[in-house]
């Protein structure tokens, strides 16, 4: 029923936006996104997707002409990644004050300078307060699944939020490996058609979208967004068990995924594509009689609080790994959330994979053995040269 | 009542769902000088009607153009664009 | 989990064939992968690409630093880069060549590819013939899932005559070494 | 009756007494009438006409950010079109997609995503409503601020005499874009306005419209002389009228005789610094400019 084809993660990220129906894409080319919009481009070119694309200048005039089909009732994509994620900043911004669910692909690489195409997180990190809900995933078949779902979760009436989902540049955009293509029937009907209520342009009902938000509004404003981001937890959990039984794949509970958690003293917290490293290091060290955990943070935001908290309260040693830095703070963004959140437990933060350092099996060994003989909560760069 | 009118429940994304309704705002109060307009003098040339900036000058049932005093902020542009001299001002007693 | 690396220089479809040993090793039931050395290399310039073939599905997402196998696309490599280099004790290099006698110092397979691109496609373009060589000398992929495969990524004529490449490496190899 | 009655736009906004931008937009939307989409930059015109929860429009409008109307607009054409081809929606009803952007919005930071949108050639109208500076902020110099006029980043003083640099033409720039219309226009010609809009929306592709639009608080002038000072604007030739339409160049509107740049220049604050040196100098330039449009 199902088609199997073993593509990129760039691919599969195009594939779902073809699934999912999508009515406009705006994109610009960047490394390494550039062959997701240009498999899209050939799929609206060869008549498989019935979309307009618009072959527009800039990532920012991307995000704006999305935006502007978004509020005209249309279903939209668009895919981007490092410096042309920057340049989109100031949108993000606004598309998600005015609530608009586009979905976009990042295909995470590191910010300049030096000028540099590899992986790390730092290009989405710097999106943390843009008000999009952020997916990362492991890997190509939860690109497709997660942009498919990102719809159903973005569109959703108690959320109407933007959603981005993250996937490592070159690790998984440039990676070849199987990935079930559910029938586009079968997606549509799991998605519906997206029929807006609360804003599109229309001249049969003149609406004015995006005007002064006065001090006596604008706060109003920010908290009915937080307040979304929180009803967005049980929309995400949702989801990703009506996908489930829709496709029979499911991530964790949607938010988080616990991986050989239970009898763990030593956990490791992460998110991406590193993950699937972390899973092979703990299989290894499992067959030694070793047990070490991963907790997958899923959804960066909203963060996932509750479920930390609740599968970490046995956990000795917990080591977070982060590919991103806050400078002049010597963490990573996911070490200070976790820090915040977990009080009186040793947290150590592993600063890794900067620029497409490639994290080797060695270096998750290093963290487990490091964080074991830690102390009390520390930062360590891992795999720099000495 | 709130400096920008009352907002008693913010709209998702602040969306304004009522066109026009800016007529709430009364402008008028911002006048220094009001335009008379005498429409014995006036021959219909539409000017004070298209130039206003506020679209206050509207025509009536009976064809002659109107002021309307809520919204005129006083510019005076339909005075000095008055060919034949129909409009005149006066200042305003506050 | 077998792991392979493929040199060859920009342009010559290293890349390419490591992805149709990939999408090969799908077609015959086991889960793979592969990935390019991500670099900023343009044609001509030396560049690495990697498979991964497993029973089951593979997680690890870090790069491959010691291969079962090696492949070598271009002999000229040989003189500027360490090919062998990671190569597991007991791993084997596939190399294209005119020559019988190349010591690297490990298990060594030769073949003529681009004898046999020239012949086929007229073109020197090796890395379809190289998949075939590397199916016959291991038979960690059947010839009909390489062929498969290779038709999937050439459409037409083209993916016919690679095919056919692929076909006679494939079988030169099972002469050659059994 | 000459003009559309109908008011699309309402009256309560918060322009100052005398506003041209206000002029500009109920002249357009007179032109355009209700089946209209408007996006519009930030600035005057956005910001007087949506403090929410008031708005003046009575079309489906939207804002976005400062430099992407042009952009916003390209994605809702796109929507439409997309809309009506899969789902049947607007009912196939003809929609007006206009852009509105000040002259900062559009010929400074607005201006690569207006010459994106115009070369992909999208079916929309972009409006410039020229008030020849950043209006909404206080008066900063934008590319279009005129040779020699004074603005708070371009002030007169006794080393330089305000702006240094000649208007940016844009028009011509759009011209140069090759797409089906382009145009100026100005507050104080409303017919010769209206026609140009009705024009340019009954043509498919991209069009563009230029339209000068004088600021009482920007330029220096009592309130109830907006109308004269755009209308001294083209019959000095400092802005002259033209239309280009698919190419062929067409000036709207010859003065008899051009009037001398003084009388212009005179009644605005932003030159009262100029000597009968300067004044000359501004006289050149214009007779040369004017002299190449065949004016």
């Known amino acids: 029923m199902c088609e199997v084809k073993v593509i990129t993660g760039t691919s599969a990220a195009a594939e779902a936006a073809r699934l999912a129906d999508v009515d406009v894409i705006a994109a610009y080319p960047i490394t390494p996104q550039t062959t997701c919009v240009e498999k899209l481009a050939e799929f609206v070119a060869n008549g498989e997707l019935d979309a307009e694309y618009v072959k527009v200048e800039s990532e920012h005039s991307a995000m704006s002409a999305c935006i502007g089909a978004a509020a005209t009732g249309a279903r939209t994509f668009t895919a981007t990644a490092s410096q042309g994620l920057a340049l989109m900043h100031e949108v993000l911004f606004i598309a998600s004050g005015m609530r608009l669910p586009i979905v976009m692909m990042v295909a995470n690489r590191a910010l300049s300078a030096p000028i540099n195409i590899w992986n790390d997180h730092q290009d989405s990190i710097s999106q943390r307060d843009t008000g999009w809900i952020q997916i990362y995933v492991e890997d190509n078949q939860e690109t497709l699944d997660s942009i498919i779902q990102a719809y159903k979760i973005a569109e959703n009436e108690d959320v109407l939020l933007p959603v981005m989902v993250c996937l490592d540049g070159f690790i998984l955009t440039h990676t070849v490996e199987p990935v079930v293509i559910p029938k586009a029937e079968r997606v549509r009907e799991f998605l519906g058609v997206y029929e807006p209520k609360h804003a599109y342009l229309d001249p049969d009902r003149p609406i004015t979208q995006g005007p002064v938000g006065v001090p006596d509004c604008y706060m109003e404003t920010r908290k009915q967004i937080e307040d979304a981001m929180e009803r967005s937890k049980k929309v995400i959990k949702d989801v990703n068990e009506e996908f489930s039984e829709w496709f029979k794949r499911k991530y964790g509970n949607g938010l988080v995924e616990a991986y050989n958690l239970e009898n763990a003293e030593t956990v490791l917290v992460a998110m991406g594509s590193v993950c699937g490293t972390i899973k092979y290091v703990i299989d290894e060290l499992k067959k030694e009689g070793k047990e070490v955990g991963l907790l997958r943070i899923r959804t960066y935001r909203p963060f996932p609080k509750e479920d930390v908290k609740e599968l970490l309260k046995d956990a000795e040693n917990i080591a977070v790994l982060d590919k991103n830095i806050s400078l002049g703070f010597n963490k990573g963004s996911l070490g200070i959330e976790m820090t915040s959140i977990l009080k009186n437990k040793k947290i150590c933060n592993y600063i890794v994979g900067l620029g497409g350092r490639d994290i080797r099996i060695e270096d998750i060994k290093t963290i487990i053995n490091d964080v074991e003989k830690a102390e009390d909560d520390k930062t360590a760069w891992i795999g720099l040269k000495e | 009542m709130g400096k920008w009118g009352v907002i008693v429940m913010v709209t998702i994304a602040a969306i304004i769902y009522e066109p026009g309704n800016s007529i709430r705002n009364k402008t008028g109060s911002w006048r220094t000088f009001r335009p008379i307009l005498d429409n014995n003098k006036c021959v219909k040339c539409e000017n004070c009607y298209i130039f206003c900036p506020e679209g206050a000058i509207q025509e009536d049932e009976n064809g002659n153009f109107k002021i309307d005093y809520d919204y005129c902020k006083g510019c005076l542009i339909c005075m000095n664009e008055c060919p034949v001299n129909a409009i005149t001002k006066v200042r305003e007693e506050k | ?178 | 009756m000459q003009f559309p009655r109908e008011e699309l736009f309402a009256p309560g906004h918060r322009g100052c007494a005398g506003c041209g931008a206000a002029i500009v937009a109920r002249l357009l939307l007179k032109a355009a009438g209700k089946d209209t989409i408007i996006t519009t930059a930030t600035g005057c015109l956005e910001v007087m006409t949506t403090p929410y929860p008031e708005t003046s429009w009575r079309v489906p409008w939207i804002h976005v950010a400062f430099e992407n109307a042009a952009a916003v607009a390209s994605g809702v054409e796109s929507a439409i079109k997309a809309l009506k081809r899969k789902r049947g929606k607007f009912a196939n009803k003809k929609i007006n997609v206009i852009a509105i952007g000040g002259d900062g919005g559009t010929a400074d930071i607005g201006f690569q995503a207006l010459s994106g949108a115009m070369e992909r050639g999208h079916n929309m109208l972009y409006v410039m409503y020229d008030n020849e500076a950043y209006m909404n902020t206080g008066i900063q110099r934008s590319s279009s601020t005129p040779f020699m006029a004074s603005t708070t980043t371009s002030p007169a003083g006794s080393k330089i005499k305000g702006e240094d640099r000649p208007k940016k033409d844009v028009a011509m720039i759009m011209a140069a874009h090759g797409i089906p219309y382009v145009a100026t226009a100005c507050i104080s010609y409303p017919e010769d306005f209206i026609r140009k809009v009705k024009k340019a929306l009954s043509i498919e592709g991209p069009k563009f419209i230029q339209v000068l639009q004088p600021c009482t608080t920007g330029w220096g002038y009592p309130p109830h002389k907006t109308i004269e000072i755009g209308r001294l604007a083209v019959e000095t030739g400092v802005f002259p009228l033209y239309e280009i339409e698919n190419g062929e160049f067409r000036i709207t509107y010859k003065p008899s005789k051009r009037k001398p740049v003084r009388e212009y220049l005179k009644m605005q604050k932003r030159y009262r610094h100029l000597t009968d040196e300067d004044i000359e100098r501004i006289q050149r330039y214009i007779d040369e400019k004017c002299k190449l449009l065949g004016l």
């Open chain 3, 1 to 178: 989990m077998i792991e392979v690396r493929f040199h060859g220089r920009g342009g010559q479809g290293a890349v390419t064939a490591a992805q149709i040993l990939a999408v090969a090793a799908f077609y015959d039931g086991k889960y793979s992968q592969a990935f390019p050395f991500f670099g900023v290399e343009r044609r001509g310039a030396p560049v690495m690409a990697f498979t991964r073939i497993d029973d089951k599905k593979i997680k690890l997402r870090c790069q491959i630093y010691n291969p079962d196998y090696v492949i070598v696309q271009d002999s000229s490599l040989i003189e500027t880069i360490n090919v062998v280099e990671g190569l597991k004790e007991n791993g084997a290099v596939v190399v294209n060549t005119v020559k019988d006698d190349i010591n690297l110092g490990v298990k060594t397979y030769t073949i003529d590819a681009t004898g046999i691109a020239l012949d086929v496609l007229g073109v020197p373009i090796v890395n379809t013939a190289m998949v075939g060589a590397f199916a016959g000398v291991t038979k960690l992929v059947s010839i009909e899932s390489v062929k498969k495969a290779i038709m999937e990524k050439f459409k037409g004529e083209l993916g016919i005559k690679n095919a056919k490449v692929a076909e006679i490496a494939y079988n030169e190899m099972i002469k050659k070494y059994g």
